[in-house]
């Protein structure tokens, strides 16, 4: 059965800085992995989605990357902002249920001090 | 932009009730799912739907039902509402295989 693991659970860091978050899970055999935030008490926001035979994804100050092959996928997001600070999640779809299934990560909790 | 929209944001049951939650997207999206989400287990589907009248069981689907008439709108039914059912409920749609899913503003619901 998949798993996703999001390390660290929590992270603060002061406005500007470079961040990177993880993501690893335990069977390659995906269709794709998505990034997510979500604000507290609110639904999630779709960030970036990475096919299996994509590398990397870019949106504004993000980029995502994704290494099928070792089962692992990071978030990169440049000069961090007060505005970033919520819970990102990574999600990957497969094998279970050919690719119709989510399974989601635990969450990075961010805060970014002004 | 997408936009998935909750009939609720709160909402509180008595144990035993029928509960529908309500879920429409207007982008003429093909699939359909419901989430729930708890502190410490994450995000959990319980159901998907891949086409009208068209339904998949996922991970936690016991105690629930869904129904989905028109390609628009997806709606969960918890049957005989019970309090391990009080959770925040999310609705999600997405084009199709391998699109990204996109989330409404969840339902919190309580079950007294």
């Known amino acids: 059965k998949q798993e996703v693991t999001q390390i660290p659970a929590a992270l603060s860091v002061p406005e500007g800085e470079n961040l990177v978050l993880n993501c690893s899970f335990t069977?390659?055999?995906?269709?794709?992995l998505q990034w997510f935030r979500q604000d507290p008490g609110k639904g999630l926001t779709s960030l970036l989605l990475?096919?299996?035979?994509?590398r990397e994804q870019t949106s504004g100050r993000l980029n995502a990357s994704l290494d099928k092959s070792s089962g692992r996928s990071t978030l990169y997001i440049a000069a961090s902002q007060p505005g970033d600070s919520a819970t990102y999640l990574c999600a990957v779809a497969g094998p279970n249920n050919a690719g119709n299934m989510l399974t989601f990560g635990g969450g990075t909790r961010l805060m970014v001090k002004p | 932009d997408v936009k998935v929209t909750q009939s609720s944001r709160y909402l509180v049951k008595r144990t035993g009730e029928k509960v529908f939650l309500e879920c429409v997207q207007d982008m003429d999206h093909e699939n359909m799912f419901w989430y729930r989400q708890d502190p410490g287990l994450g995000l959990r589907l319980i159901y998907f739907?891949?086409?009208?009248?068209?339904?998949e069981k996922g991970d936690i689907p016991e105690g629930y039902s869904v129904s989905r008439e028109k390609k628009e709108r997806f709606s969960l039914i918890l049957e005989s509402a019970s309090t391990n059912q009080t959770s925040m409920y999310l609705c999600?749609?997405?084009?199709?295989?391998?699109?990204?899913?996109?989330f409404g503003d969840g339902t919190r619901l309580s079950i007294l």
């Open positions: 739907s891949y086409d009208v009248k068209m339904k």
């Open positions: 069977d390659s055999a995906i269709y794709n």
């Open positions: 990475i096919q299996s035979s994509q």
């Open positions: 999600a749609s997405r084009r199709g295989f391998n699109q990204p899913q996109h």
